[in-house]
């Protein structure tokens, strides 16, 4: 079996409808595919709906934007969580907001050096989709400023780029007691991905445990080999199982579906843990 918990469609910075990326699941021979777009359920209908038609198993999933108090981003895999829990979603429904506000903060930062405009940007994020910077990075491509998303996130949309602006996101023991309020499995994603940013010490892993941390998200490119052994350690010291996946985005990003896979151990125990609503069969 190959399981596949980590990836994004159009619904946020993925560049197939999650019909489609369903489709690409069933193409690369991916058995259970977890959809995970960012602060959004919007694309588990449409997804489910194709793993019927084609036989893939589909895990419903969000991947939750969090920031710690010292401004480091951390995000958080939540499975099979009720999507209409109220607590949960008004967190979400709040990043999501912010980051529309922040899109157009950094457009209208970009637009005093660049030849670009806010509708520059939003003729790349499907209708009702969770803004972030790879819709930005789409525009710089179009204007021929860069010449793909990882070159822009590489130079004018770094988080220590002069044009980075950061948005409200709960912290992440928030987002996980939220997350098991509403009958979902929370998993830490890509913990150790330095090459995005700062990544959190021990304190944040202790908090989140102790909200009810259920995994780490151990298999990641993003993740550097030498600190598996660290993440490995904390996951057998504190009863956490662990996953691997692609974090897929389509075209927008080199990742692979079933690049990283998740054993059947840890995706049995995702089912028993998740109240919220059911894997798709
Ligand atoms: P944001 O959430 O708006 O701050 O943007 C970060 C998101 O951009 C991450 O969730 C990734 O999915 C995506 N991202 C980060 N690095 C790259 C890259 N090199 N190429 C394409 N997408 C990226
Ligand atoms: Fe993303
Ligand atoms: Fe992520
Ligand atoms: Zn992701």
Request: overall charge negative; glycine content about 10%.
């Amino acid at each position: 079996m190959r399981i596949d918990l980590h990836a994004h469609s159009t619904v946020s910075d993925g560049t197939e409808t999650p019909a489609e990326l369903v489709g690409a699941a069933a193409e690369a021979g991916i058995d259970v595919l977890a959809i995970t777009d960012h602060d959004s359920t919007s694309g588990w209908d449409d997804a489910g709906a194709a793993a019927r038609r084609l036989g893939v198993a589909l895990v419903p999933g969000m991947e939750v934007s969090c920031r710690t108090p010292e401004g480091i981003s951390v995000h958080v895999l939540s499975y099979l969580h009720d999507p209409a829990h109220p607590g949960l979603l008004e967190e979400v429904t709040k990043a999501r907001d912010a980051r529309l506000s922040r899109a157009e903060h950094m457009v209208s930062l970009l637009a005093e050096d660049y030849p670009l405009s806010w509708d520059d940007v939003t003729r790349h994020v499907a209708p009702g989709a969770t803004v972030g910077r790879p819709h930005i990075a789409d525009a710089l491509v179009a204007a021929g400023l860069v010449g793909d998303r990882t070159e822009a996130f590489a130079t004018i949309l770094s988080s220590r780029s002069r044009y980075f602006v950061q948005h409200y996101a709960p912290e992440p023991a928030l987002a996980v007691s939220l997350i098991r309020a509403a009958g979902g499995v929370p998993v830490f994603a890509h913990p150790v991905a330095s090459a995005r940013g700062r990544t959190v010490g021990e304190p944040v892993y202790r908090a989140m445990i102790e909200a009810g941390l259920a995994g780490l998200e151990v298999y990641h490119r993003d993740n550097p080999e030498d600190r598996r052994p660290f993440l490995l350690g904390l996951a057998a010291e504190n009863g956490l199982f662990v996953t691997g996946s692609s974090d897929y985005h389509g075209a927008g990003k080199p990742n692979r579906l079933g690049e990283f896979t998740t054993s059947a151990e840890a995706l049995g125990e995702i089912e028993r843990q998740g109240r919220g609503t059911a894997v798709v069969r």
